[in-house]
């Protein structure tokens, strides 16, 4: 028989909280027994014969041949070579494994019955346990790996695929879970958040992340774990936050983000501790005790604190160059047996750094410095310490900027209150960091974190007394350099450390709260009310090349563009064009830009309309936000939409339909150009991109789409879809015709089961709509391709119905999905719920020609006055969440948008001026931006005036209003109290009366 090696390695366990093992560290040649065993004569194979390859096996399955007792058949050998594995049964010719080892082995065969049949095992260089069951065994050597050799048979892979295909955690109609589905609990066990290690793919730590994601968010742990997996599985934001509120536990959109954003920000710290160990590994610097710190940390700044010293080109650090002295036994024996330490006998007159007691001492020194620097308990009594007293945060104006004489004295002016600026880090508001940090890039400001003297006395002592406090008697000398140890390390390595962990968490939530405040503005912004079903002609004021008008149609086409100049001589000639055109398109609503020339343009509007110049029609105004139009006019999207417009008029268009459909029309511009946020080029412009896209994302699915009269710009920001996807829905209906219900879009190239699933809910499809798009293929040519028009109608209404015009693979798919329309598809029930609804509809004696109408609503509260909520969702098999879901589905009207419960836009006939404004003057305005200082609310004076944090109050607010930051955001009109008008400086200080 041709004998085969077994590789047998053991790792070590990860330390506890409260482990002390690391100090049992002795020398480097103590640290060598503890390597991998490698064997040292390997039996040399006949030629042609394959090479066994040493494969690690996580997981053993155990063959058909183990479980019938049957001789295994012989297995062929190929000339190529392939790793041959042997089962675990058989045992090698030569090893050198320890007997007590392969007796453990024998006992978790020999109870095969009562042990799992998958086993992950480590075996080898297991000291003696005598008198352990199989299961404290087993507990044993979960922490140690075996390389052994085992053959690769069909079976284990047929069964590690099925197991695979079993392990799901919920379905589209479960329960609320405070229970995770596993192989060995299929029916669910109860989430238990142990301190042990926890794993994401192949990388453990020593903490949960569950448990960490928790307490950072605040949220339930047990919905902590299903939004993990929720994640995991790819699920959209708006998905989540509308038809898994069971699994979540109702939180919205926002706290969803930042469960993510958490998650990702945990993720990258794992991955990068791994990083981190596979780098020390690969030099054979990893030590237990470094290999302990890195799975103990929990930030990033954590993991470059303990992995700094082993980075490429850095300097050895002074405890690493004690070490190598061999030293570190000596610091051990300091704090486990001081009685037997004797530093005479490490003197070593010819070599630096032991040539005498001092220089021993400095060594010694050095190792428990760096030992207390990263030990994850001292770590924690150093910041709770903080926690407990005040640590403040100080500005100053740089040395270098104060002596420039021809300095930027403009830049140094925008800093002035943060030259002598000083604030404790837990009442230091987040727009003053990111000043602060603004000014300190520019080597404007000078920035320092102050912790108080006590802070460190009382560290110091807790650590002699305490945590480091040697074991045994020591003498006097020796607890004199523990506290030389002690003050070295809180000075040159934890205070810093204290200092970067101040500074980052600090800007991180400057950063995070600057970005929720721009989503928040943008969420404002794009779902203000539409003005729907009216003419709007649209401006964009210029001094020297005119204004720029476009007059659009109640559905947005563009009706006609002109350039004005009302600013000139020619006025009163303007002025008469302009009548001509309104009352030519019977336009009674015009939209002016905020930007150059607004306010002339508006004096000349006003004064007109106050002198009934328009008669008979009753015209008004209002402002509307330019920011991103200039942008849009040349971007592709534009020129793909207007190509024969110039690019000057393309600005007055989109102005229009930014009142006319907000939502459609921004969704054209990047969101960081809408100009709703603050400090927006400091902050990480990855995750603001992601927030934001995220954010439109939301608004777009909340709305819904009306698939068969959508734009493909809108459509890709859709949750599920993206510009391909959105693409290909796009062709699809061009050449088969409109959408007759959501299980159509099964037929569309791309869009699998997971993104039907993620989009099909957003989705509506109007059979107005459809009978429009059919109208309008039938009037857009007489033939089509030479063939009739009534032919091609009838062909247009085949590929409606059937959609085979297709390649022959999508045809077996589209012939499967049923053509009929169904009256669900209008409302936001999502097709997973389709089934419960017609349950619903049975027990209420309802039918689906009443969705949307008030018999269905009579039906409806009749159901719920004689049932409880959830007992009739349990009586449904169904959720309570999801019940609702259905039930506002149903009573809610065909046209109903989300929208409606928003402000539009502020239409006026006149204006103020600046100079009639005087302090106790009240007046209405809308929100024009919020920052996380104050909100700037136009009161149509031509300048914005600020209402300071200070004065927004809860009891200023509305319920729905008073959240964790600000209230308030852009579109909404408010009642202020002018406080103070400043007209030097064209400043205007409202004061909060109440949300309108």
């Known amino acids: 028989m041709m004998s085969e090696t077994t590789n047998i390695t053991c790792q070590k366990r990860p330390f506890s909280e409260d482990d002390d093992s690391f100090l049992d560290i002795t020398s480097e040649s103590d640290s060598e027994e503890e390597e991998e065993w490698i064997p040292k004569n390997k039996i040399v194979r006949k030629p042609k014969k394959p090479v066994a390859k040493s494969v690690t096996v996580k997981k053993k399955v155990k063959s058909e041949a183990e479980s019938t007792g049957t001789k295994k058949a012989p297995v062929k050998r190929s000339t190529a070579k392939t790793a041959v594995k042997r089962t675990r049964k058989k045992t090698p010719e030569k090893t050198d494994v320890d007997p007590n080892a392969m007796r453990r082995l024998q006992d978790l065969n020999s109870n095969e019955d009562k042990l799992p049949s998958q086993i992950t095992q480590n075996l080898g260089n297991v000291k003696p346990m005598p008198q352990l069951t199989a299961m404290q065994i087993k507990k044993e050597m979960e922490h140690c790996e075996v390389k052994v050799e085992q053959p690769s048979t069909s079976t284990n892979l047929s069964e590690r695929k099925i197991k695979e295909e079993a392990d799901i955690s919920f379905t589209w109609e479960e329960p609320a879970l405070k229970k995770q589905k596993t192989e060995n609990y299929p029916d669910g066990k109860p989430v238990k958040l142990q301190r042990g290690c926890v794993e994401i793919g192949d990388m453990q730590m020593n903490w949960n992340v569950t448990q960490v994601l928790s307490e950072r968010t605040n949220a339930e742990a047990w919905a902590c774990a299903n939004l993990i997996r929720l994640f995991k599985e790819e699920n959209t934001i708006p998905f989540i936050a509308r038809y898994r509120k069971e699994l979540t536990n109702n939180m919205d959109a926002d706290a969803l983000r930042e469960v993510q954003q958490t998650l990702e920000e945990l993720t990258t710290v794992i991955r990068k501790a791994h990083t981190a160990i596979q780098k020390v590994a690969k030099e054979e610097k990893l030590t237990p005790f470094l290999k302990n710190a890195l799975l103990n940390c929990q930030t990033l700044e954590e993991v470059e604190h303990v992995f700094a010293p082993y980075k490429t080109g850095s300097k050895k650090t002074k405890a690493q160059q004690a070490r190598q002295l061999g030293l570190e036994s000596a610091a051990n024996l300091l704090i486990d047996r001081p009685g037997e330490l004797n530093l005479n006998n490490y003197i070593k007159a010819n070599v630096k750094g032991l040539s005498s007691v001092a220089e021993i001492e400095a060594g010694i020194q050095h190792i428990l410095a760096d ?82 003297d006590r802070v460190k006395n009382e560290f110091c002592r807790w650590c002699i007394n305490e945590r480091w406090r040697p074991r045994h008697f020591a003498r006097p000398e020796f607890m004199k350099l523990l506290k030389d140890s002690t003050e070295d390390s809180y000075k040159r390595l934890i205070y810093p450390l204290l200092c970067r962990e101040f500074r980052s968490r600090l800007s991180s939530d400057a950063e995070k709260e600057s970005i929720a405040m721009f989503g928040r503005n943008l969420r404002q912004l794009l779902l203000i009310n539409p003005v729907r079903g009216q003419v709007l002609m649209g401006i964009d004021p210029g001094f020297r090349h005119g204004c720029k008008i476009s007059i659009i149609s109640a559905t947005s086409q563009i009706l006609h563009t002109d350039v004005i100049y009302i600013l000139g001589q020619g006025a009163q000639r303007e002025a008469e064009k302009i009548r001509h055109l309104l009352h030519k398109y019977s336009c009674s609503t015009v939209v002016i830009g905020n930007g ?296 809610q009207p065909h046209d109903y948008d989300i929208r409606a419960g928003f402000e539009q836009q502020d239409f006026k006939r006149n204006i103020v001026s600046l100079n009639d404004l005087k302090n106790g003057t009240i007046l209405t305005g809308r929100v024009e931006n919020a920052t996380l200082f104050g909100v700037f609310v136009d009161i149509g004076v031509g300048r914005s005036g600020l209402i300071p944090i200070r004065y927004i109050t809860a009891a200023k607010l509305p319920a729905s209003k008073r959240r964790k930051s600000l209230g308030l955001g852009p579109g909404e009109r408010v009642e202020v109290k002018v406080m103070e008008v400043d007209h030097a400086r064209n400043r205007i200080s409202l004061d909060l009366i109440r949300v309108l």
């Open 371 to 452: 030992m207390m620097s990263k030990d994850r308990e001292t770590l924690n009594c150093i910041r709770k310490l903080c926690e407990q007293n005040t640590v403040f945060i100080q500005s100053t104006l740089a040395k270098a900027t104060s002596k420039e004489k021809d300095g930027n004295k403009k830049d140094t002016e925008k800093f002035r209150l943060y030259h002598n600026f000083s604030s404790s880090i837990g009442n230091i508001h987040h727009h003053q960091i990111l000043a602060i940090n603004r000014g300190e890039k520019l080597k404007i400001l000078t920035v320092k974190v102050s912790i108080p």
């Open 596 to 891: 150059t020339a607004c306010r002339e343009t508006e004096s000349f509007f006003a004064d007109l309309i106050s002198r009934k110049y328009f008669a008979p029609l009753d015209v008004v105004y209002c402002i509307a936000s330019e920011a991103g139009a200039s942008i849009y006019s040349v971007s592709p999207e534009a020129a793909k939409e207007m190509p024969d417009l110039d690019p000057n008029l393309r600005s007055a268009v989109s102005i229009a339909r930014r009142v006319q459909d907000p939502l459609a029309e921004l969704v054209k511009i990047e969101p960081k150009h809408i100009g709703v946020g603050m400090y927006q080029h400091d902050v990480s412009q990855t995750l603001l991109k992601a927030t934001l896209d995220s954010v439109v994302e939301e608004c777009v699915s909340f709305v819904g789409v009306d698939i068969n009269i959508s734009s493909e710009t809108l459509m890709r920001h859709v949750a599920g879809l993206n510009s391909s996807r959105a693409k290909n829905i796009i062709e699809w209906r061009e050449k088969n015709g409109p959408f007759i219900n959501r299980e159509q879009l099964k037929a569309v190239k791309g869009l699998g089961p997971k993104t039907f699933q993620q989009c099909a809910g957003f989705i509506r499809i109007n059979p107005e709509n459809i009978k429009n798009f059919c109208s309008n293929q039938q009037q857009s040519s007489s033939t089509v391709g030479g063939q009739p028009a009534a032919e091609a109608g009838s062909s247009s209404k085949a590929g409606a119905k059937g959609g085979t015009t297709g390649k022959s693979s999508r045809k077996g798919k589209a012939q499967c999905i049923s053509m009929e329309p169904n009256p669900l598809d209008q409302t936001c029930i999502h097709p997973e719920s389709y089934a419960i609804v017609t349950r619903f509809l049975s027990f209420v004696d309802g039918s689906l020609s009443d969705i949307g109408k008030s018999a269905m609503q009579y039906k409806v509260n009749a159901a719920l006055k004689t049932n409880l909520m959830d007992a009739l969702a349990q009586r449904l098999d169904s959720t309570e969440p999801t019940l609702q879901m259905i039930i506002d589905g149903l009573t």
